[in-house]
């Protein structure tokens, strides 16, 4: 499996080229116990430079400081007071730039979140906040290099589903983020479509 593992390199690149490309990759989480939950991504959005929806538009905080880091890096914030959103730091170091898992296609319930009993296995998952209640992520995990032995890491997409991309029997949607109120014009959110774990909105 280490083959697999997508190296910081790799999300060394403009958010709007690695967004598109984390489309079928696998977002791996590790807990402290061992346990390990896989998702496949499937809804990305890109933030950058010069873009007025990224949180580091206007100067570096506290708060984004690690989004001018080197990639490879997670960035997880707060919204609304209640739900996280987990970040992919891309890019050069000193280029705040970033790409938000927006949806992720689990194989099965994870364990610790029984309290979504009910929902559909499609629909746990299906949305920034939804991915990091299932996956249990939270601000603890913000700053983690995302490598084996971690928390959080990332693997490349299986040679089955990018024959398929390349075939076009699997297609990505290309169209505008969601829920913001600068830069909504930007068409920097990619889905893979067709597919239910997808945000709805």
């Not at 190296?7 to 060394?12: F, G, H």
């Not at 990332?154 to 990505?172: A, G």
């Amino acid at each position: 499996m280490q083959l697999l593992t997508v190296d910081p390199c790799w999300l060394a690149r403009p958010s709007i080229e690695v967004a598109p490309d984390s489309i079928g990759c696998t977002l791996v989480r590790q807990f402290s116990n061992g346990q390990i939950i896989k998702g496949l991504i499937v809804e990305t959005e890109a933030y950058g430079p010069n873009d007025p929806a990224c949180h580091a538009y206007r100067r570096q905080t506290p708060r984004n400081q690690v989004m001018f880091g080197p990639a490879g890096v997670s960035y997880i914030y707060l919204i609304y007071g209640r739900y996280h959103c987990l970040n992919l730091v891309t890019d050069r170091e000193g280029i705040a730039s970033a790409i938000l898992i927006r949806a992720l296609q689990l194989k099965y319930e994870p364990d610790a979140i029984a309290q979504h009993q009910g929902l559909k296995l499609d629909r746990i998952a299906a949305g920034p906040g939804k991915l990091c209640q299932a996956l249990q992520i939270n601000l603890s995990l913000n700053g983690q290099l995302l490598q084996p032995g971690q928390a959080l890491w990332l693997e490349h997409r299986q040679p089955k589903f990018q024959k398929d991309l390349d075939q076009q029997i699997l297609n990505l949607v290309q169209t505008t983020r969601i829920g913001l109120s600068q830069g909504a014009n930007l068409p920097w959110r990619w889905y893979l479509r067709n597919c239910p774990d997808v945000s709805k909105f």
